[in-house]
């Protein structure tokens, strides 16, 4: 059974329409360069698990829509479920419009500022068969995108006094995550930490890059769930928040994607 705890926004419209005005403002002023790639064809809703970002599902349109970041900017698994806006600079492309796409891999052999696509989004960026072409790109904010619920699963392994917590399809990255009032580490490998033995209820806390706030319970913590909540806007119920627990801007690009 799952328990579901949301913290609902006022004027969710209105939240959303602001956080996509500023994203695209920020965004402008973190502009990269590098040489697009592609290296996979469209794969299903778990088969993101394979890939260095470990997602265990992926929305309909992130499984053609995704990418795998160099590993300079791959920041140690953050930039994992960042978007990223692209534009092809190079000649060969002839004018084709810019593409979104949602990271879930990091790319060892690309240089900095390199991206590897799947197929759909190069497709749509070059319009030729793969190969490499020049890119300008910056994170941009996936709420247009991402409009189903968070998801969770446990990673294998865990147990009674260690637990490990894959998220997701979320629209905005999680800025800490808390059970039971503890809050857990995250590690390269993009899933949350709690090495201490845990009691039901199992109530999970999250907040956004963006701010906003989400909570849930579960009754079986050794279960994957649809958690029935997503982040809203920026700073959506945020304000109960301590000034210590508040997101602080990021080293590599666009703030609070």
């Known amino acids: 059974m799952l328990l579901i705890s949301a913290h609902p926004t006022s004027a969710t419209g209105t939240r959303d329409m602001l956080a996509a005005r500023q994203a695209s403002s920020l965004a402008s002023k973190y502009l990269y360069h590098g040489e697009a790639t592609y290296y996979s064809d469209t794969i299903p809703a778990d088969g993101a698990a394979q890939f260095t970002c470990s997602f265990p599902y992926l929305s309909p349109w992130a499984q053609k829509y995704f990418v795998a970041i160099n590993e300079v900017m791959w920041d140690q698994g953050r930039n994992c479920g960042r978007c990223v806006k692209v534009t092809c600079t190079d000649p060969e492309c002839n004018g084709k419009p810019d593409v979104i796409a949602f990271i879930v891999d990091m790319c060892p052999t690309c240089s900095n500022g390199d991206l590897d696509f799947a197929m759909s989004p190069?497709?749509?960026?070059?319009?030729?068969?793969?190969?490499?072409?020049?890119?300008?790109?910056?994170?941009?904010?996936?709420?247009?995108?991402?409009?189903?619920?968070?998801?969770?699963?446990?990673?294998?392994?865990?147990?009674?006094?260690?637990?490990?917590?894959?998220?997701?399809?979320?629209?905005?990255?999680?800025?800490?995550?808390?059970?039971?009032?503890?809050?857990?580490?995250?590690?390269?490998?993009?899933?949350?930490?709690?090495?201490?033995?845990?009691?039901?209820?199992f109530k999970f806390e999250m907040m956004s890059?963006?701010?906003?706030?989400?909570?849930?319970?579960?009754?079986?913590?050794?279960?994957?769930?649809?958690?029935?909540?997503?982040?809203?806007?920026?700073?959506?119920?945020?304000?109960?928040?301590?000034?210590?627990?508040?997101?602080?801007?990021?080293?590599?690009?666009?703030i609070f994607t």
């Not at 941009?140 to 991402?146: A, F, G, K, M, R």
């Not at 945020?238 to 508040?246: G, L, V, W």
Request: glycine share 8%.
């Open 122 to 201: 190069w497709s749509d960026l070059s319009g030729i068969t793969p190969g490499r072409v020049q890119i300008s790109w910056n994170f941009t904010s996936c709420h247009n995108y991402i409009t189903d619920t968070i998801k969770y699963a446990p990673k294998q392994g865990s147990n009674k006094y260690w637990q490990a917590f894959h998220f997701s399809n979320s629209r905005y990255r999680p800025y800490w995550v808390k059970l039971n009032g503890k809050e857990l580490k995250m590690s390269n490998e993009n899933f949350w930490i709690h090495d201490a033995e845990a009691s039901a209820p």
């Open 209 to 254: 890059w963006g701010g906003s706030t989400v909570s849930f319970e579960i009754n079986d913590l050794f279960m994957g769930a649809d958690t029935g909540v997503q982040f809203l806007g920026y700073f959506a119920n945020a304000r109960s928040a301590s000034s210590s627990n508040k997101p602080k801007k990021e080293t590599t690009g666009l």
